[in-house]
């Protein structure tokens, strides 16, 4: 979705790929499909694992998050929140301090505080350390190897043992049974916890048994196939029970959250629909008489995925009205400008969103990405230094790499055109590519200098990589 924000991209995961030094490898979008326990729902699985980004909704979710994070003790800098495309109720953590939210939850709640004690209940495990023997080996993988395993896992939990081996490609042997399954004690205690956490907060905990009643009907929906929330968080009325006694006793049960978290949730929750949703659907469904935020939104962005550029910009230039210097509403003009072949256009737009929300590298990559569109020497240069700040702030953005590399080329930088290659292979999985990429870097960059000495790292590590997956 979402990509630059207000884009919805999606790339595929590729073979399992360990990230170096250090951080984890994201790749622009990737989330996973519903879970049927034959193998070739699995196959279908791998094909459509997808993740979302988006910088307002990945901004607005960590503005929910990152209290909860401080309030256990947690480090907010080292806990990554990853978006999944995928209509199931599900989130998990896995990997380490990594917390995966599907695209499902974000729109099945109903209220922030319902999100913010999912997450909360997320954190809780995190915090308390659940899962540290089963996922050690996960620590140092890359975010698609953890999904890919991850997935798989939660087919074999669910009875589909070939269907799991299919998904996870021979990539990892951590999956088993129990892999991702919590016990009943964990699970009490990380509802517990959450409670703690929103009690320091001053926030309500219903929210919480309110999202666990939502899976509830969800199970009792859709009976042929177990919602995988519930195969790694297994209600019972024992759970619910705890629960909902700790929640009817903290002070503050009935305090809400801030007013400005329902405001997020919708536009969230609107950006979400008129991404995935068919665009004619949203069109009808939502007349251009709406005045809700979620509801104009979702409008919007059907109207630009559709294409009805001229109904668009009339649009998505009366939201700008009601919302001036929306730096994210500005970027889907910009990006549906771009996309729609209005190059210049599209600048102004992107320049007023990184004006607005400059700390946003994925709105830097948009902007330069219709720097490089217009072929400009002047503009390519500029959108050289938005690219450059954008993978210092976040080096595991595959398209941040990929625009860098053009944008070297024409400044005729070849051994830094090499080495941003070699980078988003890398991060793509693209081994042998990043090894080839990175040689060339080594031999056109001044021997010594910072760029060859990471043109050589890549090279050792793609190569180690790609024969430990032969």
């Known amino acids: 979705m979402l990509s630059s924000p207000a884009r919805l991209r999606r790339n595929p995961v590729p073979a399992p790929l360990r990230r170096r030094l250090g951080t984890l490898a994201t790749v622009f979008l990737f989330g996973f499909a519903s879970l049927a326990p034959s193998l070739a729902s699995a196959q279908q699985a791998q094909r459509s694992l997808n993740l979302i980004r988006d910088a307002e909704i990945e901004q607005d979710i960590r503005a929910m998050a990152v209290p909860i994070f401080r309030a256990a003790g947690l480090d907010d800098a080292a806990v990554r929140v990853i978006l999944i495309q995928d209509p199931a109720l599900n989130a998990f953590v896995a990997g380490g301090q990594n917390l995966f939210l599907n695209t499902g939850t974000l729109i099945a709640v109903t209220t922030p505080e319902q999100l913010m004690g999912v997450i909360a209940h997320e954190t809780g495990h995190m915090a308390g350390g659940h899962l540290v023997r089963s996922t050690e080996a996960l620590r140092n993988a890359s975010i698609q190897q953890i999904i890919a395993t991850v997935l798989g896992a939660i087919a074999i939990i669910g009875g589909g043992g070939q269907a799991g081996a299919a998904v996870m490609m021979g990539g990892s042997q951590i999956a088993t049974r129990s892999f991702l399954q919590y016990s009943r004690t964990q699970e009490s205690a990380a509802d517990q916890a959450a409670i703690t956490y929103l009690d320091k907060l001053h926030i309500t905990s219903r929210g919480l048994g309110e999202f666990l009643h939502i899976i509830d009907r969800d199970q009792l929906r859709i009976r042929s196939d177990q919602n995988p929330y519930v195969y790694t968080h297994p209600l019972t009325p024992e759970r619910m029970a705890a629960l909902e006694t700790r929640v009817s006793q903290s002070p503050y049960v009935d305090a809400a959250a801030a007013p400005r978290y329902v405001e997020m949730l919708a536009r969230m929750q609107g950006k979400l629909r008129g991404f995935i949703d068919n665009p004619e659907s949203t069109i009808r469904r939502v007349p251009a008489s709406a005045t809700g935020i979620a509801d104009r939104y979702a409008r919007v962005v059907a109207l630009y995925r559709k294409p009805d550029m001229p109904t668009f910009l009339t649009e998505v230039d009366a939201l700008l009205r009601a919302y001036p210097n929306d730096p994210y509403i500005l970027e889907l003009k910009g990006q549906a400008l771009l996309e729609n072949g209005q190059i210049q256009a599209s600048i102004e737009p992107y320049q007023l969103a990184v004006k607005y929300a400059p700390d946003e590298p994925l709105l830097r990559v948009g902007l330069a990405s219709a720097m490089i569109a217009t072929e400009d020497p002047k ?25 860098l590399a053009i944008a070297y080329g024409r400044q005729n930088k070849i051994g830094l055109a090499a080495l941003a290659s070699a980078e988003r292979f890398l ?44």
């Open 379 to 403: 503009q390519t240069a500029d959108a050289v230094r938005d690219l450059e700040i954008a993978t210092r702030a976040d080096p595991d953005n595959s398209m941040a790499w990929y625009q």
């Open 427 to 470: 991060l793509t999985g693209k081994l042998e590519d990043a090894y080839q990429q990175a040689q060339r870097a080594e031999i056109e960059l001044p021997a010594g200098s910072p760029g060859a000495l990471r043109a050589a790292d890549i090279r050792d590590l793609s190569l180690r990589l790609w024969r430990d997956r032969r």
